[in-house]
């Protein structure tokens, strides 16, 4: 394949990025020094979606201008197919033959702005409904209100099919940080209601981080989950207001339990860390979050068989504010640091009012960047980034080199573009990479070989079983920590004696690696929901009686070639065993395929992403 780069890939748009409202901007933030970024400033940013609106298509590029100090990336263009594909399995969720043509001729940051500005084609919410899964089926026997399964083929179906496979895989990783679960929504309509918020994360993926953390605080889904919906403030029987958000809003959206360095370190005082807030910051800020509820309306539901269905659209509606609900007490947050603030109670609108203090001042913690920037680059390039790779994303999202703190367009990118994500040194390194999550391999396998659903409902469901599924599933975290902690270390390893760690691994066991297995011998070879979702497989076929060719295909989109040569020998040597010709009948044929794609799957280097 030659190699044509594009010299125009140096460039990327430098339009600043904008708040979701017009009268609401983007605060950089007076406690955080303006760090001009030397990694790719992409700052375009969605246009309208209001906070936990629908979902809007970005603006399109409309010009390229200069990307700023271009010259401090070492890797601005693909010199092999390998690296090509390892860029695409990294920033998408998937690699085929014409998108790493596509990456060599335009080069990583053309290819990667053009990608992230692709529109978000149809909404999930939007899809439920063109299913015929909505209110206007509310009298379905199927009892579609009291159902999830459609939620999980949403996911799915989103993940598989979506030509915005960069906003996917974006969004993917920030549904593992913002955590929602599907396991967690007991009302009427609550595949809706996961999809509404899914619908946020892929809205506000290369906005905004503020305007994302107000999406996501009022966003239904989140107040069920984490109890802010329909909570109220104290009273003279005892009563007092719920904790749960106040608490992980800070613990696990925006600064963490310590205090940390720029690089993602902790901050030590006598040698230990300093507590990032405190148990009096957690109920002073749950006074903040009182008096929000789901924002149903009179005249939205219907009774079937005795009982009043409501509509959806309270599913996918921002929650309303009920003044007389919210804490008439004030609040007061990171008493003795700079960040203090008090917020003071008032009448009408003053808890609304508040809101957007109490965000604003998180948002303006100097934890956040590092914070983000390092769960970030776990969920999408490695485990144990070094301090020096979180410094740099940090100082992007800090600010994008034009004065706006938050960017997420830019964040996202100077994570995919660093040059501790492109070099190739990094393949040779034992400490570097990430087990590759089992729904991502999935979802992969799926792209690749073109799986397709026939009656379009996409009825793959729920794979968290570990004993005979996957052993996870999007949107299906066991609890708001998502599937694993970001310092989970595996007991007794070499990674444990390094310490470092290995988040995926958490989930990891040996029930769950045979039944990833056998899952995945069944749907290779079968395809699933009684055959309505069957892979084509036909580049592969073709291929069916050369092994050499079918390996290093697979090697090559599956693998980014990172397959050792002795493991390929050992594939191609099965393969040849089962002595397939061209003559061979199409059974055989397909059968050196799935035995071909099954190997790589199970083998080490594909199971650990590079």
Same mark, same amino acid.
């Given at each position: ?6 010299? =125009? =890939? ?14 609401e901007p983007v605060r950089s933030g007076a406690l955080v020094p303006s760090v001009l970024a030397s990694t790719a400033l992409l700052s375009a940013c969605l246009g309208g979606g209001g906070s936990g609106g629908e979902a ?8 390229? #201008? ?100 960069? *906003? ?109 807030? #405190? ?167 799926? *792209?690749t070989f073109g799986l397709a659903s026939n009656n379009g409902r996409w009825r793959i469901g729920n794979l968290s079983d570990a004993s005979s599924q996957l052993g996870q599933s999007p949107l299906r975290s066991p609890s ?103 003559? =061979? ?26």
């Open positions: 394949m030659n190699t044509v780069v594009d010299r =125009s =890939s140096k460039e990327l748009l430098a339009q600043p990025n904008q708040a979701a409202h017009a009268d809007t298509a970005p603006q399109p590029i409309s010009d390229i #201008t200069t990307l700023g100090n271009v010259e401090d990336f070492s890797f601005e263009s693909a010199t092999t197919d390998a690296e090509a594909a390892r860029f695409l399995l990294q920033t998408q969720m998937s690699a085929s033959e014409g998108e790493v043509t596509s990456v060599r001729t335009r080069g990583f940051a053309r290819y990667l702005v053009e990608r992230m500005d692709v529109p978000i084609a149809q909404t999930g919410f939007d899809w439920l409904d063109a299913r015929g899964y909505g209110f206007s089926n509310v009298a379905s026997p199927d009892n579609y209100y009291d159902q999830s399964y459609m939620g999980d083929d949403m996911a799915w179906q989103q993940l598989i099919t979506a030509p915005d496979a960069v *906003r996917k895989r974006a969004s993917l990783a920030l549904s593992e940080f913002f955590v929602v679960s599907l396991n967690g929504l007991d009302i009427s309509w609550r595949s809706h209601f996961i999809a509404a918020y899914w619908d946020v994360l892929n809205t506000h993926a290369f906005g905004n981080f503020r305007n994302l953390l107000e999406a996501i605080t009022l966003n239904p889904a989140m107040g069920l989950y984490l109890n802010t919906r329909g909570n109220q403030k104290a009273n003279s029987s005892g009563r007092a207001p719920d904790e749960n958000y106040a608490r992980e809003v800070m613990q696990l959206f925006t600064i963490g339990l310590h205090d940390l360095n720029l690089d993602g370190t902790e901050r030590l005082s006598g040698g230990r860390p300093i507590e990032s807030y #405190t148990s009096a910051d957690v109920s002073n800020l749950a006074r903040v979050f009182t008096g929000w509820d789901l924002d149903q309306r009179p005249g939205e539901s219907t009774v079937v068989n005795g009982r009043t269905i409501p509509t959806t659209d309270y599913a996918r509606r921002p929650m309303r504010f009920i003044q007389s609900r919210n804490s008439e007490i004030g609040a007061t947050l990171f008493v003795g640091t700079p960040l203090s603030v008090t917020i003071s109670p008032g009448t009408a609108n003053s808890g609304t009012a508040a809101l957007k203090v109490a965000l604003d001042t998180l948002f303006n913690h100097p934890n956040v960047g590092p914070f983000f920037a390092k769960q970030m680059i776990q969920r999408l390039i490695t485990s144990n980034p070094t301090p020096a790779y979180v410094a740099r994303v940090a100082s992007v999202f800090n600010n994008n080199g034009r004065g706006v703190r938050g960017d997420l367009k830019a964040t996202f990118a100077a994570i995919w573009l660093d040059d501790e994500a492109r070099s190739p040194a990094a393949l040779t390194s034992n400490t570097y990479g990430k087990l590759r999550e089992p729904m991502l391999r999935f979802v992969q396998w799926a *792209r708001v920590f998502n599937f694993f902690r970001p310092g989970y270390v595996p007991p007794a390893t070499q990674i444990a004696s390094n310490g470092q760690v290995a988040p995926e691994f958490q989930i990891v066991n040996e029930t769950s690696v045979g039944g990833y297995l056998n899952y995945m011998y069944g749907v290779v070879r079968n395809g699933l929901f009684g055959g309505d979702m069957v892979p084509p497989y036909t580049a592969e076929l073709a291929l069916a009686a050369s092994p050499v060719a079918l390996i290093e295909r697979l090697n090559l989109l599956m693998c980014a070639g990172q397959i050792s040569q002795a493991n390929r020998t050992l594939m191609v040597s099965a393969l040849d065993s089962r002595n397939v010709t061209a003559n =061979s009948s199409a059974q055989a044929r397909r059968d050196n395929v799935f035995a071909a794609i099954l190997m790589v799957m199970a083998c080490p280097e594909y199971i650990v992403q590079k």
